[in-house]
Nanobody
Framework: QVRLVESGGGLVQAGGSLRLSCVAS????????MGWFRQAPGKAREFVAS????????IYADSVRGRFTISRDSAKNTMYLQMNSLRPEDTAVYYC??????????????????WGQGTQVSVSS
């Protein structure tokens, strides 16, 4: 069974940085594309970033491009999201996401089969 566990959230002032981690277990991590999503209070869950199985390709939402960096370390079964220049509008629960099939790139919630429990990121102004 696939299990995703996020960590690294917290409270930070605007302009600050945080690094989120997602540890995956239950299958060969390196064979699958992965992604990060977030959900703010009262809003739908939205795509943040994705990374290919080889880490050779990344996709970012317009709202985070240039500020966030997604990466992965397959030897550690871990994916990261480095978040810089944080803004109050980045406040949300951040989720690690993975598809069931190796060829799928998780850029929408409908393409995600496995979710982590989420980690809260709060940015104060």
């Amino acid at each position: 069974q696939v299990r995703l566990v996020e960590s690294g959230g917290g409270l930070v002032q605007a302009g600050g940085s945080l690094r989120l981690s997602c540890v995956a277990s239950g299958r060969t991590f390196g064979d699958y594309n992965m992604g990060w999503f977030r959900q703010a209070p009262g809003k739908a869950r939205e795509f943040v970033a994705s990374i290919s199985w080889s880490a050779g390709s990344t996709i970012y939402a317009d709202s985070v491009r240039g500020r966030f960096t997604i990466s992965r370390d397959s030897a550690k079964n871990t994916m990261y999201l480095q978040m810089n220049s944080l803004r109050p509008e980045d406040t949300a629960v951040y989720y690690c996401a993975a598809p069931r099939w190796s060829h799928v790139i998780p850029i929408t919630s409908s393409l995600v089969d496995y979710w982590g429990q989420g980690t809260q990121v709060s940015v104060s102004s």
